[in-house]
């Protein structure tokens, strides 16, 4: 009984093709990742944002400065305590930027700012080196 498989030129041939498609998609999807990550930064903000509302719901002012998000996860022990803190909490845990850095918060209490300075970490810039601010979007 004669075994058939591939030959070494049909396997070349395929090599080849599988090669051509990676070097004409590849660009394309490595170029997106500045972007996806501007996205991911705009929705986890939004996702703070609407935990934020919810906790002033409950308690009649926004986590200070000094409490910081982490209000959000753990009820707060320093500054004034919720009227009503929510047992489980308001998110998970609050994430990191896409960049792997604290977003910036900011709060007297009443009103509060919710930042993240971009790909370079630093105030200003363009594209993905822009400024994102909750209050933008």
Known sequence: ?????????E????????GL???LA???IIGRTDEARVVKAKADM??????????RLDSGIYPTTEQS????VEEP???????NWRKDGYLERVPPDPWDREYLYASDGSTYTLQCFGADGE??????????????F
């Open 77 to 83: 022990t320093v500054g004034e305590r919720p009227r």
């Open 123 to 136: 105030e200003g810039g363009d594209g993905v080196n822009a400024d994102i601010d909750v209050r933008e």
């Open 1 to 9: 009984m004669r075994q058939r498989g591939f030959t070494l030129l």
């Open 69 to 72: 998000l982490s209000a959000l």
């Open 11 to 18: 396997i070349l041939v395929v090599v080849m093709i599988l």
């Open 21 to 23: 498609l990676i070097s």
């Open 26 to 28: 590849a660009p394309r």
């Open 46 to 55: 939004k996702a703070i944002e609407d935990a934020l509302n919810l906790y």
